[in-house]
């Protein structure tokens, strides 16, 4: 059975660092693409980076490309959401995904969703 766990959320002062994991169970990672997502209270989930298979492309959405890095270890079946100099509107659920195939914005083109991490950035 495919199975995304995310970990790493928590409270972080704004200004701060966290590292979020994402460990895929029952497949392998090879062939997807992963994309991280975050959803604030009242707001849509919105795209944040995705890294398409091999690591051969990542894109992340303005407010976060110079702050955020995503990384894959497939080996590992883990990909990872490296944030610095964390913000306020940072706050937000985070979830990973995968699609066959390469990154799309969309995450309605994502099958395969993990329950979340909280991550709150306090000002």
């Known amino acids: 059975q495919l199975q995304l766990v995310e970990s790493g959320g928590g409270l972080v002062q704004a200004g701060g660092s966290l590292r979020l994991s994402c460990v895929a169970s029952?497949?392998?990672?090879?062939?997807?693409?992963i994309g991280w997502f975050r959803q604030a209270p009242g707001k849509e989930r919105e795209s944040v980076s995705c890294?398409?298979?091999?690591?051969?492309?990542?894109m992340s959405v303005d407010s976060v490309k110079d702050r955020f890095t995503i990384s894959r270890d497939d080996a590992k079946k883990t990909a990872y959401l490296q944030g610095h100099n964390l913000k306020p509107d940072d706050t937000a659920v985070y979830y990973c995904?995968?699609?066959?195939?390469?990154?799309?914005?969309?995450?309605?083109?994502?099958?395969?969703w993990g329950q979340g991490t909280q991550v709150t950035v306090l000002s």
């Open positions: 995904a995968v699609r066959r195939g390469f990154c799309q914005q969309s995450p309605q083109s994502f099958t395969s």
């Open positions: 029952g497949f392998t990672l090879d062939d997807y693409a």
């Open positions: 890294i398409n298979p091999s690591a051969a492309l990542t």
